[in-house]
């Protein structure tokens, strides 16, 4: 998939509109007795709920300015390794309502988390503070391009039939930074699990003979996201 960040930013909008929507709607209807207990209290509350989808409103016009002018604009908090990753899997959920696959929205957000994190990323770490993390159902010719990058630029590479056990290689090694390799859902739910921790950034795999067989992965998209923590800007050799 190459989804557009615009349905990321889409799906997240009214997702708050339709929670904030609620919380109004849930408000109008106990207001009579709030103002039993306090009159201002039915207005404070509806103050704050205004103020709230302000601030996120504020909070996605900030993203999307990010993304566009390829500098992040908001701390690394309330961006790729804080607020970000946790709302990442509630775009996935919010794609349900329309018809849009995980693997679509999830690909979206990624898309806009990737460009934070490339943004931000620490540059010029050694090759052994950099793990690259790959799936078991890579065909044979995206594994072998994968090796030799891994060979190339020295980084260590580990083949992870599981999340869990990716997750368990980055406590055991400990690098500064992990390129994640992945299907859309997992790479959705390990940025939401380990970005708050360390930089990671993701490539998405092909699935030419659907999820989980002989699937495909863009060399120079893994060679780039390899570079960048690397702080290479041309490809060696």
């Known amino acids: 998939y190459h989804e557009s960040p615009r349905l990321f930013f ?19 209807l106990v207001s009579p007795r709030l103002a039993e207990w306090w009159a201002p209290v039915p207005r404070l509350i509806g103050g704050a709920l205004v103020a709230g989808a302000l ?14 002018v390829g500098r992040n604009l908001l701390p690394e908090r309330l961006a790729e390794r804080g607020l970000l990753p946790r709302v990442m899997p509630l775009a996935e959920r919010t794609g ?6 995980r693997d679509r929205a999830g690909n979206a957000a990624l898309r806009v988390y990737n460009a ?3 943004a931000r990323a620490s540059t010029g770490l050694r090759p052994d503070e950099v793990l690259v ?7 044979k010719t995206s594994m072998q391009a994968a090796m030799q990058l891994s060979a190339r630029y020295g980084v260590p590479l580990f083949v992870a039939a599981r999340g869990r056990y990716a997750r368990e290689m980055i406590a055991k090694v400990r690098p500064k930074a992990v390129v994640a390799v992945a299907c859309e859902r997992d790479l959705v739910s390990g940025v939401h699990d380990v970005a708050s921790r360390l930089p990671v950034l993701g490539t998405t795999i092909g ?15 893994l060679e780039e996201r390899i570079r960048t923590f690397l702080g290479i800007d041309a490809p060696v050799g």
């Open 116 to 118: 934070l994190a490339a």
């Open 96 to 101: 349900r309502w329309f018809g849009i696959s």
């Open 207 to 221: 699935l030419p003979d659907g999820p989980c067989k002989n699937t495909t992965v863009d060399r120079s998209s």
């Open 55 to 68: 601030t996120a409103a504020l909070w996605i016009a900030a993203l999307a300015a990010s993304v566009r």
């Open 10 to 28: 889409g799906l997240i909008a009214v997702r708050f509109a339709v929670v904030w929507l609620v919380a109004m709607a849930v408000l109008w």
């Open 133 to 139: 993390l790959l799936p078991r159902c890579l065909d």
